[in-house]
């Protein structure tokens, strides 16, 4: 009895799942489409023969390859036969680039030498300047890489100057542009170009095979030898490259790399406004307080430094006359003494006793004499001492160096504007002369001292 296709259809996808069942297989990638649903339709192909592969979209939204032709891959799956064409398909399930074995060993082999040489080593690693002007940018010259840094760094620091070396980043002998570039940049001077402060080595996401040029060794000697600190910004967070253990700061991604690398303008912005906002608060409470204390002074009323000096001048004279009183009183007393004594004694013991009482009494008066000059001596010095502090106190000084005194109608010192109208007149003093002022206009407290003052 004869079968339906469908029958046979089925029964040969039976056959060919059980048959051949999961496999690996290796080719080239022909023809591919990605069909509206995200699932991607290619052909894997050799010398000889093709076969169609189907890979699902839920397995494609995690792939990290992007699949084109001519791509060598290899492809794990499970070969079956659609039944709605009865052909031939391989599902597949993973996919991986060919070669990528033998890359990966060559990435630990050239890793583990380098780092044996030290080229790894964080005491190597150079700072990256704090407030840098300027970078110098190694990357393509097209694509969204260079575009996105750019819109970052006008965002985040756009004080700063940008020096673009546009280099290949993929394919054979791009290592080679790259340490070239390296070169250039990090001796500038030497070929006429501007000099950056620090470096950024830059490429977008791709496969190891697309990245392959930053894990070769020309590169990484280049990156040591820089004289420059080197920023690596290569690939997708996920992504790691031998550039990156030797470069001075590795980045995620290229943008930040510029996050890392630079400060940000509105934080600087903001941190300036509170510096300036705490000056303003201590250059007002500062003329504050000396307002206070010329208000005090003008209160006092000293038409000059020596009327506060007068009553220490006069405490000073009584002192003096004292002293020369006490010693003329204290001389005469002892003179009495002695010729009282020298008429009851006649004998000679008398007047040896009485000569050796004589010369003490000499001794005793020039001890005080001298004694009295030097207190004379210290009065005077501190009584010019308190006229220089006096003097330098005194209002007239703070006027002479710019300050003014400013009063209303009624002689009292203003030391706020909150009882003061337009209209109000007022009357200043300066340190030579005095006149007289109307308001015109009352600013507010917080007004920016620059503004215009009309009176």
């Known amino acids: 009895m004869a079968q339906s296709v469908t029958e046979l259809v089925t029964r040969l996808r039976q056959t060919v799942e059980m048959g051949v069942g999961e496999q690996s297989v290796t080719g080239e990638i022909g023809s591919c489409k990605v069909a509206s649903s995200g699932h991607i339709y290619f052909t894997l192909k050799d010398a000889q023969s093709q076969l169609q592969c189907a890979l699902y979209s839920f397995r494609a939204r995690m792939l990290r390859l992007r699949l084109r032709e001519g791509m060598q891959v290899e492809l794990r799956g499970k070969a079956t036969v659609w039944e709605g064409r009865g052909s031939l398909q391989f599902i597949v399930e993973s996919v991986r680039e060919a070669g990528v074995g033998t890359l990966q060993q060559r990435f630990e082999a050239l890793k583990q030498r380098l780092q044996q040489e030290g ?7 150079r700072p990256l300047p704090e407030f840098p002007q300027s970078v110098g940018l190694i990357t393509s010259a097209t694509g969204a890489v260079i575009q996105d840094m750019r819109h970052r760094l006008e965002q985040r620091a756009p004080w700063m100057q940008v020096y673009l070396l546009p ?37 977008g996401g791709g496969s190891l095979e697309d990245l392959w040029c930053f894990n070769e060794e020309v590169v990484a000697r280049a990156i040591a030898a820089c004289p420059l600190p080197v920023v690596s910004a290569i690939g ?14 590795r980045a995620p991604t290229p943008t930040a790399a510029i996050e890392l690398s630079t400060p940000d303008a509105a934080e600087l912005q903001s941190q300036l406004q509170a510096t300036e906002q705490h000056i303003r608060r201590q250059l007002q409470r500062a003329l504050q307080w000396a307002g206070m204390r010329l208000q005090i002074l003008e209160q006092s009323r000293l038409r000059s430094p020596m009327e506060l000096l007068a009553p220490y001048g006069q405490q000073l004279d009584v ?27 006649s ?29 004379l001596v210290s009065a005077t010095a501190r009584l010019d001492a308190l006229a220089a502090h006096t003097t330098a106190a005194h209002p007239q000084r703070a006027l002479e160096r710019g300050f003014a005194l400013v009063g209303d109608g009624n002689g009292s010192l203003l030391r706020s504007t909150d ?24 600013l507010p407290a917080h007004a920016d001292s620059d503004s215009d003052t009309n009176y």
């Open 347 to 375: 004998s000679r013991a008398v007047q040896e006793r009485l000569g050796t009482a004589a010369q003490k009494l000499r001794h005793t008066e020039q001890h005080l004499l001298s004694l009295c000059r030097n207190r």
């Open 419 to 442: 009882s003061l109208h337009e209209g109000d007149a007022l009357d200043i003093t300066l340190a030579s002369g005095r006149l007289s002022a109307r308001i015109t206009r009352i």
């Open 119 to 125: 080229l790894f080593s964080p005491e190597r690693k």
């Open 167 to 203: 280099v290949q980043v993929q394919g054979k002998g791009a290592e080679h542009g790259i340490a070239r570039a390296l070169h250039c940049l990090g001796h500038a001077a030497e070929y006429g170009l501007p000099q950056p402060e620090y470096i950024i080595l830059a490429r």
């Open 236 to 249: 997708h967070e996920t992504d790691f490259t031998i550039a990156d253990f030797v470069a001075d700061l």
């Open 319 to 345: 002192l003096h006359e004292d002293i020369f009183r006490s010693s003329r009183e204290r001389m005469l007393r002892e003179g009495n003494r002695l010729s009282l004594l020298e008429a009851r004694l």
